[in-house]
């Protein structure tokens, strides 16, 4: 159709926010895999918030793929079942702008695609142990889900669900881009029409001290030997994620805790 001004999108085009739905589409399928097909050990979804929630505030799982692919016919993604596996944890893979390789994971899931054994994915899981930093009371909180067939084209997938103090990277972020806007009053008016204008500072301090809770959480022991975190970049990376907080969580790890509050986003008032 042609008109004054519009943009003729030519067929089968990528459209905006195409590969973001792609992502989310390609992730709600694994996670709900268990409920549509059968398995060896199916993961029922009650069983992720009873098992990777030791902290009931701390609830806030990063979700990671491999392989990490957008369009809905993967091509030229056939690997061994190892090396899917070992890179679901990698940066490039996460599904959020977060570099978890260097904070506290408190639980995990490992939600498996394919023809892959129990065996197998025990193997995998003993070697990604000695490479990632657990809670020394909680080395065992891994919780494996086994689902027999694979996405379409695909021989395997994994889908990793992280409950990791790496997300007070994304709380802080959040905090920060508040600050600028309420500063400011940007779109307050909107609210304030329906909610009392003290609500702002609550909610600000609410995240606020869960951001402080995983940050403690996480510098109350210590980090891995670096050999095991120094991973090249994946050509993904590029062209995901602008550069991670990984640099600020090792100056985090570096830094007693008095010094933590250079950190942390002050409060508003």
């Known amino acids: 159709a042609a008109g004054c ?13 195409d590969r973001m739905n792609s992502l989310v589409a390609h992730m709600l399928n694994n996670l709900t895999s268990s409920m549509r097909f059968e398995g060896s050990l199916n993961l029922d979804l009650n069983e992720i918030t009873m098992n990777l929630v030791p902290f009931p505030r701390m609830h806030f799982l990063l979700s990671s793929m491999s392989p990490l692919y957008f369009a809905k016919d993967p091509k030229n993604l056939a690997r061994g079942f ?21 904070s506290t994971y408190m639980a995990m899931a490992f939600l498996v695609r394919g023809s892959a054994s129990v065996a ?40 990793g669900l992280a409950n990791s103090c790496a997300a007070h990277h994304l709380l ?78 090792a100056a985090l790890q570096e830094h007693s805790h008095s010094s933590l509050q250079h950190y942390l986003p002050q409060p508003l008032i």
């Open 5 to 17: 001004g519009s943009v003729r999108v030519a067929l089968g085009a990528e459209k905006p926010f």
């Open 82 to 102: 190892h090396q899917t596996f070992s890179e679901v944890l990698s940066h490039g893979n996460q599904l959020m702008n977060v570099d978890p390789r260097g």
């Open 120 to 159: 197998d994915v025990t193997r995998n899981v003993a070697k990604l142990r000695k490479q990632i930093k657990m809670l020394p009371y909680n080395e065992d909180a891994f919780k494996i889900g086994l689902c027999s067939v694979p996405p379409k084209g695909l021989p395997y997938s994994v889908l």
């Open 172 to 249: 802080g972020q959040t905090l920060k881009d508040f600050s600028r806007l309420y500063q400011r009053k940007a779109h307050v008016h909107h609210y304030t029409q329906y909610m009392e204008k003290a609500q702002f500072d609550e909610a600000f301090e609410t995240v606020n001290s869960l951001m402080k809770d995983y940050i403690n959480l996480d510098m109350l022991h210590e980090a891995p030997r670096p050999s095991s975190v120094a991973a090249a970049p994946s050509a993904m990376e590029s062209l995901l994620f602008a550069p991670s907080a990984w640099s600020t969580g």
